[in-house]
Each structure stands twice: as C-alpha cells, then as structure tokens.
C-alpha cells in the first residue's frame, strides 16, 4: 500500500470518528432538558383573588301548622318563587266557609274540650266578678264602722279593745278584698290564653297553607295525603323581603389576603349576559371547616358579602366572587407556574451541580400567579418550566436574555 492510499485511509477515518463524536454531541444535547430559572423575590402583594359563592337569603325558616290536618294538595316545590299570600299547600275540609272535615276526628274531640275549658273559666270568671263586688260592699261598711270606732274612742265612748276589734276587721276584710282581685287578675290571664289559643286552632282549621312574604320554596318536606303534624316543618322558605348575601368559602391559606370591608365584585353569569354587583365582605368566619378533595383535606373559613344591589339574583344561585385582595407587604414570592403540587404538598425545583433537585417548600399567602415561600431565601433561583424536568436529571441552563 503506498503512502498516498494510506493518507486517504487514514483521513476518511478520522472523518468517520469525527462525524461519530457530532452526531454523540448532538444526540446528548437534544436529550438534555433546557430549563430557564427564576430568583425568589421580596414583592408587595395585592390581587384580587377569585372564587366561587352561592347566594342565600338572610332570613330562612320553616313553616309550620299549628293544628294537625290532611295535606290534601301541594303546589309548589324546591325552587318556586312566590309572592306573599300565595296558596302553598291545600288541607282536607277547608273551604271558603271554614273547616268542614279535616279528616283527623280527633282534633273535634280535642276542640270540644278546649271550649268546655273556656267556658268553665269563664263562669269562674264571672263567680269572682260577683264576688269581688260583696267583698267591696263588705269592706266599704268596715272600714266606715273603723272610722266611726276611731271617733268614738278619741271621745272614749267605746274601750280600745272594742275599737281595735273592728279596725283589724276591716284590715282582714281589704287584704280579703286584694285576694280577690288577684284572683280576678289570673282569672282573666288564664281566660285570654285558653280562648286566644281556641280562636287561633280554629283559624287554623279554616285556612291553607299562605306564603309569609316574598320568597322561594327551597325544601318541601311532605307530600299530598301525608299528615300536617304542628311543630315539624312543611317546608322551608327563604324570604325576598328579608336581602341577600353570599357565602364564599376561602381556602386558609389565602384567608390572609383577604379582609373585613374589602371590595367584591359579585358575577352572575345568566344565559344572554354577565352582570355585575357591586358589595364588601361583611365577616370572616373565625373557625374553619375541614373538606376533602379527592384524597386531600383542605380547610376553608366562610367569608360573608353585603351587596349594594340584588335585584335579579336569586338565592341558591352560584356566582362569581372576586375579592380585593389586602395588600402584604415585603414577602419572598415565586412564580406560581414554578411551583409543583402534589398530594397536598408544593415543590420546586433548583439547580445543584447542573442537574435539577426538587425542593419541598412551606407556602403562605397564594394568589392567582404568586406563593409566598417561608423556607427558601430571597434570590434563590428556582426553575420557571418545572414540568420538563425530574429530580436528578441533568440540565442544560439557558440563559434568561
């Protein structure tokens, strides 16, 4: 072989080595994740924060009957709108002549009695009534016979203890007297109960069911042939009359940003247009309450919303809550896309060595686009893109320019 062939040899390998060691360097690059970083900084925070409420009306209760009663019709349900002196619910023998058949025989019994105890006390009334007018005459002629006894023992006509006899007569005859209009006082008390208490089951008996005031049906809690039993509930009203807030739920950790009296935007998103209401938080619950999510507990405290204006809002409705954040103060933040979460806990990643290592790390305040970090200090630079790495895989760093 002569020495130009080796050349040639010789080249072309040093080609196919070097061509090797490209298509190598090339091969590692690509399969090198580029990451950009970011640095913790120390920020003021204030942002409006979002999140989900329901409207409720601030005056809620039941409705009751007072007397037992067979439900013969109920025309409403969960979610009617009504307005005051609508007919809710019909009874069995009510008409427009009053109660004829209730189909419950024994309340007839029971009215009976009630009646018959009304008019006892009615006689027992008028017996005290006589009685008080014989005790009055009775104690008016005492006490003249006390004074005359007086005079006459001024005069000494009459020995002292002939006068004190009929002095202290007339003291028993006036404390007599004051039991009897005691007696009269309870007399009429009683009386007025039972007899009131009568007229109002009769009432009962003689009327349906009739809307309060304004309002939406949001339980019914019986049905037609079921009995109205008095002191459980037929159904369940909120009052229109009454106003409405919103109940928002904040999660803890962004409870922080959030205070009494700040600014809310109210969105209700109907089926043609958004609109908008204007209110302010009113309260914050002090004691949260725990929710699962999936496998994790998240705790919530309630935050209450006075608006200036509802008309067109409805409770049980769910709206959009934006809430002016407070603003904080001189807080080591990071970007909320550089932050991983998983199974309740958040991670970053940071750069040691030229390979990517995940950071747990203790949040605070959260918004929309920042975390407040408690455990890592201002300026350490923290991956922007976390998703396109894994711990301990190596990096390639791009510059930020």
Known sequence: MNMKKKIIIAVTALLIIGGG????????????????????????????????????????????????????????????????????????????????????????????????????LEKQLTELERKEKVVKFQLDNANSTAEIMKELLEQDGVSSLEANKYITDAALKDLEYNNVIKDISLAEQRLKIKSDGLDE?????????????????????VENGMMAVPGKPLLSFASLDGGLEVKVLIPVYQSQGVATGAGVDIISKGSLEEK????????????????????????????????????????????????????????????AFSVIEENGKNYVYII??????????????????????????????????????????????????
Not at 67 to 81: D, F, K, L, Q, W
Not at 84 to 93: P, Q, R, W
Not at 205 to 220: D, F, H, K, Y
Request: hydrophobic share 35%; proline share 3%; no cysteine.
């Open 21 to 120: 060691f490209t298509v190598l360097k090339n091969k590692n690059n690509k399969d090198t994740a580029s990451v950009r970083l970011v640095k913790i900084s120390n920020e003021n925070i204030s942002e409006n924060l979002k999140f989900e409420g329901i409207v409720n009306a601030r005056k809620t209760y039941g409705l009751y009957k007072k007397v037992p009663m067979i439900i013969e019709e109920v025309n409403i349900n969960p979610g009617t709108m009504v307005k005051k002196g609508d007919e809710l619910i019909v009874f069995s023998g009510v008409g427009s002549n009053g109660f004829e058949n209730t189909g419950v025989s024994s309340i007839f019994i029971e009215l009976e009695e009630k009646k018959l105890e009304v008019e006892v």
């Open 201 to 221: 089951e009769m009432k009962e008996m003689s009327r349906n069911l009739a809307a309060p005031e304004n309002g939406i049906i949001t339980e019914v809690f």
């Open 276 to 335: 908008r209401y204007r209110g302010k938080v009113i309260s914050i619950s002090s004691v949260a309450v725990v929710m699962k999510n999936g496998n994790n507990e998240e705790r919530y405290l309630t935050a209450t919303v006075e608006l200036d204006d509802t008309k067109g809002l409805l409770p049980g409705a769910n709206v959009g809550v934006e809430i002016s954040g407070k603003a904080l103060s001189g807080i080591n933040v990071v970007d």
């Open 352 to 401: 040691e060595n030229n390979r990517a290592r995940r950071v747990e790390i203790q949040t605070g305040i959260k918004t929309l686009s920042k975390y407040e970090v408690l455990n890592l200090p201002e300026g350490m630079e923290v991956v922007v893109n976390p998703f396109k790495v894994r711990d301990g895989e190596k990096v390639l760093v791009k510059s930020n320019q």
